[in-house]
């Protein structure tokens, strides 16, 4: 059964040099089923709202491309530094990563947490953008969520 409320948990930690956003959501689903979502990356813009496009593949060393919708003009270049199968994904570059972790709380649902630390010289100036970065890291999750217990309910049938 699909739970409505997604009881999506977001907070941002504001240090001198970076920035670090963290969200987690409990999701009804297995972590095979999430780790096949967000590990095809070709299939990010018809599940998750926050995508604009994605190029690449994720594999050991691989490279990925990523424009995000509020501004889909901006391209985001990442390489995969961890890759453990439906449990752990780990992308970044010079100003750090990001790092996707599934844990089965108990049989059928998963927790999934995502937090992303940068590195910031200037941080004040990124503060406004802070609270929007919130956001899209909740609506990623929040997406998550759905397409997984969509996909879950529609295999049991």
């Known amino acids: 059964m699909i739970n409505s409320a997604p ?7 504001n240090k001198l ?6 969200v987690s959501i409990e999701i009804q689903s297995e972590p095979k089923i999430i780790w096949l979502l967000i590990t095809t990356g070709s299939e990010y813009p018809k599940w ?3 995508i604009f496009s ?3 593949s994720f ?4 490279k990925i491309k990523l424009r995000l919708k509020p501004d889909p003009r901006a391209v985001f270049l990442f390489s995969i530094h961890e890759f453990e199968k439906n449990r752990r994904l780990v992308w970044g570059n010079v100003l750090g990563k990001r790092v996707f972790t599934l844990t089965e709380i108990r049989d059928g649902v998963t927790n999934f947490r995502m937090s ?9 100036f990124f503060a406004k953008k802070a609270a929007s970065i919130e956001e899209v890291f ?10 997984s217990e969509l996909i879950t309910l529609l295999k049991e049938k």
């Open 17 to 22: 040099f970076s920035r670090e956003t963290i």
């Open 54 to 56: 994605f190029e690449g």
């Open 138 to 147: 909740k609506q990623f999750a929040t997406d998550l969520k759905k397409e």
């Open 7 to 13: 009881a999506c948990r977001a907070r941002i930690i």
């Open 59 to 62: 594999t050991k060393r691989g």
């Open 116 to 124: 992303e630390k940068r590195i910031s010289l200037f941080p004040f």
């Open 48 to 50: 998750n709202s926050t």
